[in-house]
Structures are given as C-alpha cells and as structure tokens.
Nanobody, 122 residues
C-alpha cells in the first residue's frame, strides 16, 4: 500500500488544520492507519490510530483536540486538529499496518507516507 499525506501548513495557535492520508490499494480498508509526528530533535511519536473497523486511540496530549477518522470509500484517513498549540509544530506522517493492533513504536508500521509539515505560530 502507498500512502500520501497532505494538508499541513502554517496556522496560528488556537487554529485548526485537517490532514489527509490518501492510500492506494484495494485492501487499504483492512489496515490500521495511524498518524505520527516528529518535531526537530525529538523522536517520532504516535498521535492517533484508527482500526479498520473505526475504533480510535489517541495520545493523551491530543485527546479532545484531535480527531482521526476514515472514509473507506475514498481510501483516505483524516486527522482533524483543533486548538493547535505551538508545541504541535512537527512533521506529521501517516502510517499503516496489516493488523488491528496499534503500537506506539514506529517500527511496527511498514507503510509510510512522505510527511507533511505543520507549523503553529504562537
């Protein structure tokens, strides 16, 4: 499966962005898809994940602000980000794995998109 992330940009603190992860492959709907982010000098961290059945998981710092969703008809997973903070600035990546078990470790995800930059100005 091939993934392409888009939707990043520059936004003021308190603003919103919606990221998209478009996938190729007829079986994408059977994959768990996750969003990770990596800020300069920091490790890549899990932001949110969604199973093929639509169950979601979030990192604690994103709960209530970020929403992950998927549109299986469009082979696309979204990350709606609200109330953005300066510390949300990072490159955001979508990733996928053939399983409905999510993992915090990026090494567990064999498929990756190219990343999209999100910059939040304070």
């Amino acid at each position: 499966v091939q993934l392409q992330a888009s939707g990043g940009g520059l936004v003021q603190a308190g603003g919103s962005l919606r990221l998209s992860c478009a996938a190729s492959g007829r079986t994408f709907n059977n994959y768990l898809t996750a969003w990770f982010r990596q800020a300069p000098g920091k490790q890549r961290e899990l932001v949110a994940a969604i199973t093929s059945g639509g169950s979601t998981n979030y990192a604690d710092s994103m709960k209530g602000r970020f929403t992950i969703s998927r549109d299986n008809a469009k082979n696309t997973v979204y990350l709606q980000m609200n109330s953005l903070k300066f510390e949300d600035t990072a490159v955001y990546y979508c990733a996928a794995r053939w399983s409905d078990t999510y993992y915090l470790s990026p090494a567990r995800y064999p498929y990756w998109g190219q990343g999209t930059q999100v910059t939040v100005s304070s």
